[in-house]
């Protein structure tokens, strides 16, 4: 395993469009799975995609099966590797939530994002996974698949006065703590 450089914001990596994977259960994606764990964790991240480490995969990881150092207060969401997903809102229902970013570090901002969402794809060794999720998971899962369409957390943001560095907004947080 590695952990890997996080590529960041003004990086014209970031913004582009996530190819699918088409082969399952191979060492490479085996290993950019393992890759991609490690560095999420190394950056104490609840989910990392693969464009953020510079490979264009529609590969992402999130959750952390524990509670959250950067968000205590939020539900466990169990590791889940993603692969080619699709997500489908289950309603139109959105609400605003607090983002960071471990590719716009030490910033936060107030993003909608739909409430309740229905996600599929596959693992890494080709096995289809669909769940039905809300709240946090759904916000988590958002954030991460938007890496894939080259689209970052402050491009969603409707009010730019509800983005700062994450010192400033939230004295009590850790200045150095990102998604």
Known sequence: ?????????????????????????????????????????????????????????QVVIFGTGQPSVRYPQAPIIPKTVL????????????????????????MRGLVPRYTHMKYSGFDPKGQYLEREVSGFHARVIQHECDHLLGILYPMR???????????????????????
């Open 1 to 57: 395993m590695a952990i890997r450089d996080i590529l960041k914001m003004g990086d014209p990596r970031l913004l582009r469009l996530a190819k699918p994977v088409e082969e399952f259960d191979t060492e490479a994606l085996h290993a950019l799975v393992r890759d991609m764990q490690e560095t999420m964790h190394a950056a104490l991240g609840v989910g990392i995609a693969a464009p953020q480490i510079g490979v264009d995969l």
């Open 83 to 106: 692969i080619n997903p699709v997500l489908q809102p289950l309603s139109d229902s959105a609400e605003d939530g607090w983002e960071g970013c471990l590719s716009v570090p030490g």
């Open 157 to 179: 943001i409707k009010d730019m006065t509800q983005f700062g560095f994450a010192e400033v907004l939230f004295p009590e947080l850790d200045p150095d703590s990102d998604d």
